[in-house]
């Protein structure tokens, strides 16, 4: 239908979630695709023309809010997750179905408020905290495990 100010609404829903929906963020890559995240421990990958279901749902463990999330724009399959315990994590799309982040970190006091990838270094991440913090994290200069 038509809205104020001459947009129109899509009438059809993504539904899946089972709790407030806290964060969307689009694909930079895949047109139709983006991510969302909740109050139900989740985050959902959803391609707009397959609306019936999410087409990947990740179960965060502990049940813990998922309030914030980025995609990030120069490594397409990266994406981070920020957490109501304080806790973020990384995730690879290319084996996100193993609901195996493949870094998890907890830093923060209080609750993941904001994060974001660099838009111009991919191993770069800002992430703010109710704990009244902002941290830069440089995944680059993490050791290499082989």
């Given at each position: 239908?038509?809205?104020?100010?001459?947009?129109?609404?899509?009438?059809?829903?993504?539904?899946?979630?089972?709790?407030?929906?806290?964060?969307?963020?689009?694909?930079?890559?895949?047109?139709?695709?983006?991510?969302?995240?909740?109050?139900?421990?989740?985050?959902?990958?959803?391609?707009?023309?397959?609306?019936?279901?999410?087409?990947?749902?990740?179960?965060?463990?502990?049940?813990?809010?998922?309030?914030?999330?980025?995609?990030n724009y120069l490594v397409n399959y990266l994406v981070?997750s920020g957490a109501d315990d304080g806790s973020f994590?990384?995730?690879?799309?290319?084996?996100?179905?193993n609901a195996e982040p493949v870094a998890l970190f907890?830093?923060?006091?209080?609750?993941?408020?904001?994060?974001?990838?660099?838009?111009?270094?991919?191993?770069?991440?800002?992430?703010?905290?109710?704990?009244?913090?902002?941290?830069?994290?440089?995944?680059?200069?993490?050791?290499?495990?082989?």
């Amino acid at each position: 239908g038509s809205a104020a100010g001459g947009w129109t609404l899509d009438a059809e829903a993504l539904v899946g979630h089972e709790g407030s929906v806290e964060d969307v963020c689009w694909s930079p890559v895949e047109a139709g695709v983006l991510m969302s995240c909740g109050c139900d421990s989740t985050v959902r990958v959803w391609d707009v023309r397959k609306r019936s279901a999410a087409a990947i749902t990740v179960k965060e463990e502990h049940g813990v809010d998922v309030n914030v999330i980025s995609w990030n724009y120069l490594v397409n399959y990266l994406v981070v997750s920020g957490a109501d315990d304080g806790s973020f994590r990384v995730w690879d799309l290319r084996s996100i179905r193993n609901a195996e982040p493949v870094a998890l970190f907890k830093w923060h006091r209080g609750a993941i408020t904001s994060i974001e990838w660099s838009p111009h270094e991919s191993s770069t991440l800002a992430v703010s905290g109710a704990d009244n913090q902002l941290t830069l994290w440089d995944f680059a200069l993490e050791d290499d495990p082989g």
